[in-house]
Protein backbone atom coordinates (compact mmCIF):
# COMPACT_ATOMS: atom_id res chain seq x y z
CA UNK A 1 0.00 0.00 0.00
CA UNK A 2 1.50 3.33 -0.86
CA UNK A 3 1.99 6.00 1.29
CA UNK A 4 0.60 9.33 1.35
CA UNK A 5 4.25 10.74 0.51
CA UNK A 6 4.28 9.01 -2.54
CA UNK A 7 0.85 9.51 -3.68
CA UNK A 8 1.88 13.51 -3.45
CA UNK A 9 5.03 12.50 -5.36
CA UNK A 10 3.39 10.58 -8.20
CA UNK A 11 0.81 13.96 -8.42
CA UNK A 12 3.31 16.10 -8.87
CA UNK A 13 5.18 14.61 -10.96
CA UNK A 14 1.91 14.52 -13.47
CA UNK A 15 1.33 18.02 -12.63
CA UNK A 16 5.11 19.41 -13.71
CA UNK A 17 4.51 17.08 -16.84
CA UNK A 18 1.12 18.98 -17.84
CA UNK A 19 2.54 22.20 -16.86
CA UNK A 20 6.01 21.69 -19.18
CA UNK A 21 3.16 20.10 -22.22
CA UNK A 22 1.38 23.51 -21.29
CA UNK A 23 4.39 25.53 -21.41
CA UNK A 24 5.46 23.69 -25.05
CA UNK A 25 1.86 24.09 -26.41
CA UNK A 26 2.13 27.80 -25.75
CA UNK A 27 5.78 28.37 -27.16
CA UNK A 28 4.73 26.41 -30.03
CA UNK A 29 1.69 28.66 -30.97
CA UNK A 30 3.99 31.61 -30.44
CA UNK A 31 6.51 30.24 -32.84
CA UNK A 32 3.90 29.11 -35.75
CA UNK A 33 2.18 32.27 -35.68
CA UNK A 34 5.81 33.91 -36.01
CA UNK A 35 6.02 32.10 -38.67
CA UNK A 36 2.63 32.71 -40.72
CA UNK A 37 3.72 36.70 -40.07
CA UNK A 38 7.09 36.15 -41.56
CA UNK A 39 5.56 34.31 -44.83
CA UNK A 40 3.10 36.92 -44.84
CA UNK A 41 5.19 39.37 -44.57
CA UNK A 42 7.57 38.16 -47.12
CA UNK A 43 5.19 37.57 -49.59
CA UNK A 44 3.78 41.65 -49.44
CA UNK A 45 7.31 42.31 -49.41
CA UNK A 46 8.62 40.19 -52.45
CA UNK A 47 5.88 41.39 -54.72
CA UNK A 48 5.40 45.16 -53.55
CA UNK A 49 9.18 45.88 -54.04
CA UNK A 50 9.24 45.62 -57.92
CA UNK A 51 6.44 48.83 -57.58
CA UNK A 52 9.38 50.98 -56.49
CA UNK A 53 10.94 50.77 -59.91
CA UNK A 54 9.37 51.37 -63.69
CA UNK A 55 11.02 50.84 -66.63
CA UNK A 56 11.87 53.94 -69.27
CA UNK A 57 12.37 54.21 -72.42
CA UNK A 58 14.80 57.25 -74.17
CA UNK A 59 13.05 59.04 -77.12
CA UNK A 60 14.54 61.55 -79.35
CA UNK A 61 11.20 63.83 -79.89
CA UNK A 62 11.22 66.61 -82.68
CA UNK A 63 8.97 68.98 -81.44
CA UNK A 64 8.90 71.14 -84.66
CA UNK A 65 6.14 73.88 -84.89
CA UNK A 66 4.47 71.42 -87.79
CA UNK A 67 4.39 68.15 -85.90
CA UNK A 68 3.04 69.73 -83.02
CA UNK A 69 -0.03 71.70 -85.09
CA UNK A 70 1.03 75.29 -83.67
CA UNK A 71 3.25 77.97 -84.63
CA UNK A 72 6.55 79.49 -83.26
CA UNK A 73 4.21 82.07 -81.21
CA UNK A 74 1.48 79.87 -80.13
CA UNK A 75 -0.42 80.65 -76.64
CA UNK A 76 -0.56 78.95 -73.64
CA UNK A 77 -3.97 77.54 -74.19
CA UNK A 78 -2.76 76.26 -78.13
CA UNK A 79 0.81 74.20 -76.43
CA UNK A 80 -1.96 72.59 -74.19
CA UNK A 81 -3.84 71.72 -77.19
CA UNK A 82 -0.94 70.25 -79.22
CA UNK A 83 -0.18 66.75 -80.92
CA UNK A 84 2.09 65.72 -78.87
CA UNK A 85 0.78 62.25 -79.95
CA UNK A 86 2.39 62.43 -83.13
CA UNK A 87 5.85 63.87 -81.73
CA UNK A 88 5.85 60.18 -79.90
CA UNK A 89 5.41 58.21 -82.94
CA UNK A 90 7.22 59.82 -85.03
CA UNK A 91 10.32 59.23 -83.04
CA UNK A 92 9.07 55.34 -82.00
CA UNK A 93 8.67 55.07 -85.82
CA UNK A 94 12.70 56.95 -86.62
CA UNK A 95 13.92 54.78 -83.67
CA UNK A 96 12.47 51.29 -85.25
CA UNK A 97 11.65 51.95 -89.01
CA UNK A 98 10.54 50.34 -91.28
CA UNK A 99 7.04 49.02 -89.64
CA UNK A 100 3.74 49.15 -91.82
CA UNK A 101 1.72 46.32 -90.94
CA UNK A 102 -1.45 47.96 -89.18
CA UNK A 103 -0.99 45.10 -85.99
CA UNK A 104 2.87 46.14 -85.90
CA UNK A 105 1.90 49.83 -85.61
CA UNK A 106 -0.47 49.40 -82.96
CA UNK A 107 2.07 47.53 -80.71
CA UNK A 108 4.39 50.15 -81.72
CA UNK A 109 2.85 52.75 -79.91
CA UNK A 110 2.00 49.97 -77.09
CA UNK A 111 5.78 50.52 -76.07
CA UNK A 112 4.98 53.61 -74.08
CA UNK A 113 2.83 54.53 -71.72
CA UNK A 114 0.11 57.09 -72.92
CA UNK A 115 1.47 59.30 -70.40
CA UNK A 116 4.25 59.84 -73.04
CA UNK A 117 2.37 62.40 -74.99
CA UNK A 118 1.73 63.97 -71.30
CA UNK A 119 5.18 64.11 -70.43
CA UNK A 120 6.25 66.67 -73.61
CA UNK A 121 3.05 68.67 -72.93
CA UNK A 122 4.23 69.12 -69.56
CA UNK A 123 7.72 69.87 -70.71
CA UNK A 124 6.97 72.48 -73.55
CA UNK A 125 4.10 73.98 -71.25
CA UNK A 126 6.65 74.36 -69.05
CA UNK A 127 9.51 76.03 -71.71
CA UNK A 128 7.34 76.78 -74.65
CA UNK A 129 11.45 77.91 -75.77
CA UNK A 130 11.48 74.01 -76.78
CA UNK A 131 9.74 74.63 -79.89
CA UNK A 132 11.32 73.96 -82.68
CA UNK A 133 14.17 71.89 -80.96
CA UNK A 134 15.08 67.82 -80.64
CA UNK A 135 14.76 66.56 -77.29
CA UNK A 136 16.09 63.44 -75.73
CA UNK A 137 13.26 62.67 -73.14
CA UNK A 138 12.68 59.79 -70.54
CA UNK A 139 9.45 57.97 -70.69
CA UNK A 140 7.09 55.46 -69.04
CA UNK A 141 7.26 52.19 -70.66
CA UNK A 142 3.85 50.48 -70.98
CA UNK A 143 2.83 48.34 -67.93
CA UNK A 144 3.51 44.94 -70.28
CA UNK A 145 6.71 46.22 -71.04
CA UNK A 146 7.20 46.62 -67.42
CA UNK A 147 6.67 43.58 -66.19
CA UNK A 148 8.24 42.04 -68.96
CA UNK A 149 12.31 43.73 -67.73
CA UNK A 150 10.73 42.62 -64.14
CA UNK A 151 11.08 39.12 -64.98
CA UNK A 152 7.52 38.10 -65.05
CA UNK A 153 6.82 37.55 -68.73
CA UNK A 154 9.25 34.77 -69.92
CA UNK A 155 10.12 35.27 -73.39
CA UNK A 156 10.81 31.56 -74.12
CA UNK A 157 6.96 30.61 -73.99
CA UNK A 158 4.77 30.35 -77.28
CA UNK A 159 3.85 33.62 -78.28
CA UNK A 160 0.20 32.83 -78.17
CA UNK A 161 1.14 32.36 -74.84
CA UNK A 162 2.44 35.84 -73.70
CA UNK A 163 1.65 39.38 -73.45
CA UNK A 164 4.68 40.55 -76.01
CA UNK A 165 5.16 39.05 -79.23
CA UNK A 166 8.49 37.94 -80.83
CA UNK A 167 8.49 41.01 -83.34
CA UNK A 168 8.33 43.34 -79.65
CA UNK A 169 11.04 41.27 -78.12
CA UNK A 170 13.10 42.36 -81.77
CA UNK A 171 11.96 45.64 -80.94
CA UNK A 172 13.10 45.82 -77.29
CA UNK A 173 16.83 43.92 -77.73
CA UNK A 174 17.32 46.85 -80.35
CA UNK A 175 16.97 49.58 -78.01
CA UNK A 176 18.22 47.64 -74.86
CA UNK A 177 21.66 47.62 -76.42
CA UNK A 178 21.33 51.19 -77.82
CA UNK A 179 20.76 51.78 -74.27
CA UNK A 180 17.47 53.54 -74.35
CA UNK A 181 15.71 51.25 -71.66
CA UNK A 182 16.46 51.74 -68.11
CA UNK A 183 15.04 51.40 -65.33
CA UNK A 184 14.16 54.16 -62.35
CA UNK A 185 12.56 54.53 -59.21
CA UNK A 186 9.05 55.09 -59.26
CA UNK A 187 8.08 58.76 -58.62
CA UNK A 188 4.97 58.23 -59.95
CA UNK A 189 3.72 55.82 -57.65
CA UNK A 190 4.24 59.02 -54.82
CA UNK A 191 3.12 61.84 -56.99
CA UNK A 192 0.02 61.15 -58.51
CA UNK A 193 -3.51 60.20 -58.19
CA UNK A 194 -5.03 56.38 -59.56
CA UNK A 195 -5.41 55.48 -63.42
CA UNK A 196 -6.75 52.83 -65.52
CA UNK A 197 -3.09 52.10 -66.24
CA UNK A 198 -0.61 50.95 -64.25
CA UNK A 199 2.55 52.36 -65.41
CA UNK A 200 0.89 55.54 -64.25
CA UNK A 201 -1.35 54.93 -60.95
CA UNK A 202 -0.05 56.41 -57.78
CA UNK A 203 -0.74 56.51 -54.18
CA UNK A 204 -0.68 60.03 -53.80
CA UNK A 205 -4.86 61.11 -53.81
CA UNK A 206 -5.59 58.27 -51.45
CA UNK A 207 -2.57 59.54 -48.95
CA UNK A 208 -3.85 62.86 -49.16
CA UNK A 209 -7.75 61.46 -48.74
CA UNK A 210 -6.79 59.58 -45.93
CA UNK A 211 -4.92 62.51 -44.38
CA UNK A 212 -8.18 64.07 -44.26
CA UNK A 213 -10.60 61.82 -43.05
CA UNK A 214 -8.06 60.74 -40.14
CA UNK A 215 -7.98 64.92 -39.53
CA UNK A 216 -11.88 64.94 -39.26
CA UNK A 217 -11.97 61.58 -37.31
CA UNK A 218 -9.26 63.16 -34.81
CA UNK A 219 -10.77 66.56 -34.76
CA UNK A 220 -14.33 65.16 -33.93
CA UNK A 221 -13.54 61.42 -31.63
CA UNK A 222 -10.87 63.26 -29.35
CA UNK A 223 -12.35 66.06 -27.68
CA UNK A 224 -15.77 64.07 -27.33
CA UNK A 225 -14.37 60.97 -26.58
CA UNK A 226 -12.24 62.43 -24.02
CA UNK A 227 -14.61 64.03 -22.76
CA UNK A 228 -17.64 61.63 -22.28
CA UNK A 229 -14.67 59.58 -20.32
CA UNK A 230 -14.46 62.48 -18.14
CA UNK A 231 -18.12 62.66 -17.08
CA UNK A 232 -18.71 58.86 -16.94
CA UNK A 233 -15.38 58.73 -14.67
CA UNK A 234 -15.56 61.68 -12.48
CA UNK A 235 -19.19 63.58 -12.75
CA UNK A 236 -21.37 60.88 -13.50
CA UNK A 237 -23.58 59.85 -10.71
CA UNK A 238 -22.71 55.79 -9.51
CA UNK A 239 -25.19 53.10 -9.17
CA UNK A 240 -27.23 54.81 -11.65
CA UNK A 241 -29.74 52.70 -14.57
CA UNK A 242 -29.20 55.67 -17.61
CA UNK A 243 -25.37 55.95 -16.73
CA UNK A 244 -25.00 52.12 -16.42
CA UNK A 245 -26.99 51.43 -19.54
CA UNK A 246 -24.82 54.28 -20.99
CA UNK A 247 -21.59 52.19 -20.11
CA UNK A 248 -22.73 49.04 -21.34
CA UNK A 249 -24.00 50.30 -24.80
CA UNK A 250 -20.55 52.07 -24.79
CA UNK A 251 -18.81 48.81 -24.55
CA UNK A 252 -21.23 46.62 -26.62
CA UNK A 253 -20.28 49.49 -29.55
CA UNK A 254 -16.78 48.38 -29.24
CA UNK A 255 -17.05 45.28 -29.99
CA UNK A 256 -19.79 45.94 -33.39
CA UNK A 257 -18.20 44.94 -36.94
CA UNK A 258 -17.26 48.05 -38.55
CA UNK A 259 -19.82 47.61 -41.78
CA UNK A 260 -22.64 48.66 -39.73
CA UNK A 261 -21.01 52.00 -38.54
CA UNK A 262 -20.93 52.33 -42.52
CA UNK A 263 -24.51 51.32 -42.56
CA UNK A 264 -25.63 54.14 -40.25
CA UNK A 265 -23.45 56.81 -41.88
CA UNK A 266 -25.18 56.06 -45.10
CA UNK A 267 -28.77 56.22 -43.64
CA UNK A 268 -28.13 59.06 -41.16
CA UNK A 269 -25.25 61.47 -43.26
CA UNK A 270 -25.98 60.79 -46.27
CA UNK A 271 -29.76 59.84 -46.55
CA UNK A 272 -30.96 61.90 -44.06
CA UNK A 273 -28.75 64.83 -43.58
CA UNK A 274 -27.44 65.08 -47.68
CA UNK A 275 -24.04 65.18 -46.85
CA UNK A 276 -21.96 64.29 -49.95
CA UNK A 277 -20.88 60.82 -51.02
CA UNK A 278 -17.45 60.04 -51.07
CA UNK A 279 -15.88 62.57 -49.07
CA UNK A 280 -13.30 62.73 -46.33
CA UNK A 281 -16.17 64.60 -44.31
CA UNK A 282 -18.29 61.58 -44.26
CA UNK A 283 -16.05 59.42 -44.10
CA UNK A 284 -14.60 60.99 -40.74
CA UNK A 285 -17.71 61.16 -39.09
CA UNK A 286 -18.57 56.87 -39.63
CA UNK A 287 -14.62 56.53 -38.54
CA UNK A 288 -15.55 58.85 -35.26
CA UNK A 289 -18.33 57.15 -34.61
CA UNK A 290 -16.13 53.71 -35.05
CA UNK A 291 -13.69 54.83 -33.12
CA UNK A 292 -15.36 56.46 -29.95
CA UNK A 293 -15.95 53.70 -28.14
CA UNK A 294 -11.84 52.78 -28.19
CA UNK A 295 -10.84 56.04 -26.87
CA UNK A 296 -13.54 56.40 -24.05
CA UNK A 297 -12.73 53.26 -22.93
CA UNK A 298 -9.17 54.08 -23.21
CA UNK A 299 -9.65 57.33 -21.79
CA UNK A 300 -11.57 55.76 -18.58
CA UNK A 301 -8.65 52.94 -18.04
CA UNK A 302 -6.40 56.36 -17.64
CA UNK A 303 -8.17 58.33 -15.57
CA UNK A 304 -8.65 55.57 -13.70
CA UNK A 305 -4.74 54.72 -13.15
CA UNK A 306 -4.76 57.94 -11.34
CA UNK A 307 -3.87 57.53 -7.23
CA UNK A 308 -7.52 58.92 -5.54
CA UNK A 309 -4.82 60.66 -3.42
CA UNK A 310 -3.92 63.37 -6.19
CA UNK A 311 -8.12 63.85 -5.82
CA UNK A 312 -7.86 63.82 -2.16
CA UNK A 313 -5.09 65.99 -2.04
CA UNK A 314 -6.44 68.48 -4.68
CA UNK A 315 -9.79 68.39 -2.85
CA UNK A 316 -8.28 69.21 0.44
CA UNK A 317 -6.42 71.95 -0.11
CA UNK A 318 -9.55 73.54 -1.75
CA UNK A 319 -9.54 73.12 -5.06
CA UNK A 320 -12.84 72.32 -6.81
CA UNK A 321 -14.08 69.38 -8.12
CA UNK A 322 -13.79 70.73 -11.71
CA UNK A 323 -10.15 71.83 -10.81
CA UNK A 324 -9.40 69.29 -9.67
CA UNK A 325 -10.35 67.13 -12.81
CA UNK A 326 -9.00 69.67 -15.14
CA UNK A 327 -5.64 70.92 -13.50
CA UNK A 328 -4.56 67.32 -11.57
CA UNK A 329 -6.01 64.14 -12.84
CA UNK A 330 -6.25 64.80 -16.47
CA UNK A 331 -3.06 66.16 -17.19
CA UNK A 332 -1.65 62.35 -15.21
CA UNK A 333 -3.99 60.40 -17.39
CA UNK A 334 -3.35 62.43 -20.73
CA UNK A 335 -0.53 60.11 -21.69
CA UNK A 336 -2.86 57.20 -21.75
CA UNK A 337 -5.30 59.09 -23.04
CA UNK A 338 -3.03 59.83 -25.95
CA UNK A 339 -1.88 55.92 -26.20
CA UNK A 340 -5.43 54.59 -27.01
CA UNK A 341 -6.28 57.82 -28.88
CA UNK A 342 -3.63 56.73 -31.53
CA UNK A 343 -4.67 53.07 -31.61
CA UNK A 344 -7.86 54.21 -32.79
CA UNK A 345 -6.73 56.24 -35.33
CA UNK A 346 -4.45 53.36 -36.30
CA UNK A 347 -7.43 51.09 -36.84
CA UNK A 348 -9.35 53.85 -38.29
CA UNK A 349 -6.54 54.22 -40.54
CA UNK A 350 -6.68 50.59 -41.88
CA UNK A 351 -10.40 50.36 -42.32
CA UNK A 352 -11.72 49.68 -45.52
CA UNK A 353 -15.71 48.65 -45.17
CA UNK A 354 -17.92 51.48 -43.52
CA UNK A 355 -16.14 53.60 -45.86
CA UNK A 356 -17.09 51.52 -48.80
CA UNK A 357 -20.72 52.01 -47.85
CA UNK A 358 -20.68 55.23 -47.96
CA UNK A 359 -19.26 55.59 -51.74
CA UNK A 360 -15.48 55.70 -50.94
CA UNK A 361 -15.33 53.36 -53.23
CA UNK A 362 -15.21 55.80 -56.28
CA UNK A 363 -12.09 55.94 -59.28
CA UNK A 364 -10.36 58.99 -58.03
CA UNK A 365 -7.61 60.70 -60.04
CA UNK A 366 -7.33 64.38 -58.63
CA UNK A 367 -5.95 64.96 -55.23
CA UNK A 368 -8.66 66.09 -52.74
CA UNK A 369 -7.97 69.77 -51.98
CA UNK A 370 -10.43 69.88 -48.79
CA UNK A 371 -12.81 67.65 -46.72
CA UNK A 372 -15.57 67.94 -48.93
CA UNK A 373 -13.57 67.12 -52.03
CA UNK A 374 -14.10 63.94 -53.67
CA UNK A 375 -11.63 61.33 -52.15
CA UNK A 376 -10.46 57.31 -51.79
CA UNK A 377 -8.27 56.18 -48.93
CA UNK A 378 -5.44 54.22 -49.26
CA UNK A 379 -6.89 50.75 -47.81
CA UNK A 380 -9.95 51.47 -50.79
CA UNK A 381 -7.00 51.98 -53.07
CA UNK A 382 -5.36 48.63 -52.11
CA UNK A 383 -9.21 47.21 -52.69
CA UNK A 384 -9.52 48.20 -56.05
CA UNK A 385 -5.84 47.42 -57.52
CA UNK A 386 -6.29 43.81 -55.94
CA UNK A 387 -9.60 43.53 -57.88
CA UNK A 388 -7.42 45.06 -61.50
CA UNK A 389 -6.81 42.32 -63.70
CA UNK A 390 -3.56 43.48 -64.52
CA UNK A 391 -0.45 42.10 -63.45
CA UNK A 392 1.41 45.21 -62.78
CA UNK A 393 -1.25 45.53 -60.83
CA UNK A 394 -0.33 43.28 -58.40
CA UNK A 395 2.43 44.42 -57.18
CA UNK A 396 1.63 48.02 -56.67
CA UNK A 397 -0.91 46.53 -54.36
CA UNK A 398 1.68 44.96 -52.38
CA UNK A 399 3.64 48.24 -52.28
CA UNK A 400 0.55 50.05 -51.12
CA UNK A 401 0.22 47.18 -48.65
CA UNK A 402 3.85 48.20 -47.69
CA UNK A 403 2.81 52.04 -47.22
CA UNK A 404 0.11 51.30 -45.42
CA UNK A 405 1.32 49.01 -42.38
CA UNK A 406 4.58 51.59 -42.20
CA UNK A 407 2.23 53.89 -41.03
CA UNK A 408 0.14 51.55 -38.85
CA UNK A 409 3.62 50.60 -37.37
CA UNK A 410 4.63 53.69 -37.23
CA UNK A 411 1.29 54.63 -35.45
CA UNK A 412 1.74 51.71 -33.05
CA UNK A 413 5.20 52.47 -32.24
CA UNK A 414 4.14 56.42 -31.50
CA UNK A 415 1.71 54.98 -28.94
CA UNK A 416 4.14 52.36 -27.38
CA UNK A 417 6.85 55.28 -27.12
CA UNK A 418 4.71 57.77 -25.12
CA UNK A 419 3.18 54.74 -23.14
CA UNK A 420 6.99 54.72 -21.87
CA UNK A 421 7.91 58.42 -21.81
CA UNK A 422 5.09 59.69 -20.00
CA UNK A 423 4.47 56.42 -17.56
CA UNK A 424 4.56 56.99 -13.98
CA UNK A 425 5.12 54.27 -11.37
CA UNK A 426 2.27 54.95 -8.05
Known sequence: MSTTTEKVKATLGKRYAKEKRFRFYGLASIALSLLFLVILLTDIVGKGLPAFSSTYIKLDVQLDAPTLGVSTDATPEQLRMANYNTAVLNSLNTLLPGVTDRKEKKALKGLVSGDAQYELQRMVMDDPQLIGTTQSVWVLADDDIDVYYKGNIDRTLPEGDRRIKDFQLVWLDKLEAEGRIDSKFNTTFFTRGDSREPEEAGILSALVGSFYTLLVTLSLSFPIGVAAALYLEEFAPKNNFWVDLIEVNINNLAAV????????????????????????????????????????????????????????????????????????????????????????????????????????????????????????????????WADSPERAFTERTSAAIMVLLTFLVSMNLIAVILRKRFERRW
Do not use: C, W
Not at 271 to 282: K, V
Open 257 to 384: PSIVFGLLGLAVFIQLFGLPRSAPLIGGLVLTLMTLPTIIIASRAALRSVPPSIREGALGIGASKTQTVFQNVLPLAMPGILTGTIIGMAHALGETAPLLMIGMIAFIMDVPDSVTSPSTVLPVQIYL
